[in-house]
């Protein structure tokens, strides 16, 4: 049987990427998605098209009872867990801390940070040698935000992938002896749909100069990354936190 992977809003972007590329790996792909059905459609009927295997499920990751839905769903309709990533995190609009009200700041929060806390529960509950699994691999999805701040733009979104840096590095080390792999990749600029959500739609082009590669990266720069992660070829690799960011 193929191992089973969950990628976390796996319907656009490094996600759907992700998503592809996993299956291509030979994974059997859980394809999460909060909202668009279609797209998520979209990237199981690609994955099919190659001859993997794919389902897609709706969940809001940041809601508890959603996520154990969703992990129970893969349990029935894929098998055992075996691998996890925790791509699904929104970005708001650009402002400064003093403008940012407690709203969205909860909405940052629940989904960028909460979220991921929720899928690691689950997914170590099914992993874990402890608990009768067979071990397994974790990828978080962090950012190079978490290194610079963000100030005057999204201070809040660098904070949260501040603490999923510390969150990798902790569950990497309680985890480390039931056989699961903790890591986290660091995307820089890269050319997604996210920036369009920030309201900033043509970001990654007008910062491509600031980065010493001087161009912006692609989602399937980072897929390969985080799928390397996953994969045997990691298996010495944990608590490691790679930058994906052309040097930024």
């Known amino acids: 049987m193929k ?10 972007g490094i996600g759907a990427a992700t998503a592809q590329l996993a299956a291509r790996r030979g994974f ?6 909060n909202s668009n059905a279609i797209a998520a459609r979209g990237v199981v009927a690609a994955i099919e098209s190659s001859g993997g295997t794919a389902i897609a499920v709706q969940a809001d990751v940041a809601d508890e009872a ?10 029935r309709e894929l098998g055992r867990l075996q691998a996890l ?8 609009a650009a402002a400064r801390v003093d403008a940012m009200d407690v709203q969205r700041l909860r909405r940052m929060f629940d989904t960028n940070i909460m979220a991921s806390f929720l899928c690691a529960r689950e997914a170590v509950l ?10 397994g691999a ?7 935000a978490a290194r610079l701040g963000g100030p005057g733009q999204y201070v809040d979104y660098a904070a949260s992938k501040g603490a999923i840096d510390t969150f990798t590095v902790g569950l990497a080390r309680e985890v480390a002896a039931e056989g699961i792999r903790v890591n986290a990749v660091r995307p820089g600029i890269i ?4 920036h369009a959500s920030g309201g900033q739609p043509d970001r990654a082009r007008e910062m491509a100069s600031q980065v010493p590669m001087q161009r912006a990266g692609s989602a399937d720069e ?9 994969s045997a070829d990691a298996s010495y690799t944990s608590g490691a936190i790679i930058d994906v960011a052309g040097g930024r």
Request: no cysteine; hydrophobic share 55%.
């Open 3 to 12: 191992p089973v992977a969950l990628v976390t809003g796996a319907s656009r």
């Open 28 to 33: 059997a792909v859980a394809v999460n998605y």
């Open 66 to 75: 959603q996520v154990v839905a969703m992990f129970a769903t893969i349990d």
């Open 85 to 92: 990533v925790n791509n699904a995190g929104i970005v708001d």
């Open 126 to 135: 099914r992993m874990s040698t402890r608990r009768g699994g067979t071990g």
């Open 138 to 144: 974790i990828v978080n999805l962090s950012s190079v």
């Open 191 to 194: 050319e997604t749909e996210i």
């Open 222 to 230: 980072v897929a390969h990354a985080i799928v390397w992660l996953l």
